[in-house]
């Protein structure tokens, strides 16, 4: 398991975000998102998978997630 807060996913807080895998973090910390920031989870599901800040965001994600250790 994995562990980053909000504000390594790009969010706004310091909130501990977990997950086994990519995928799993990522549903957590939308989940997350869409509970404490609403305004923000909305604007990112609007945002089209193609988008250019979406692409850059999940080339960071990608880049974080390996250097993350498991805890």
Same mark, same amino acid.
């Given at each position: %398991?994995?562990? %980053?807060?909000?504000?390594?996913?790009?969010?706004?807080?310091?909130?501990?975000?977990?997950?086994?895998?990519?995928?799993?973090?990522? %549903?957590?910390?939308?989940?997350?998102?869409?509970?404490?920031?609403?305004?923000?989870?909305?604007?990112?599901?609007?945002?089209?998978?193609?988008?250019?800040?979406?692409?850059?965001?999940?080339?960071?994600?990608?880049?974080?997630?390996?250097?993350?250790?498991?805890?």
């Amino acid at each position: %398991m994995k562990t %980053m807060t909000c504000k390594d996913l790009g969010g706004m807080c310091d909130h501990p975000v977990s997950g086994d895998t990519e995928e799993a973090l990522m %549903m957590n910390g939308m989940q997350h998102l869409e509970e404490a920031h609403p305004e923000m989870a909305a604007s990112v599901k609007a945002m089209p998978k193609d988008d250019p800040k979406m692409v850059e965001w999940v080339e960071m994600f990608k880049k974080k997630w390996a250097e993350t250790p498991e805890a």
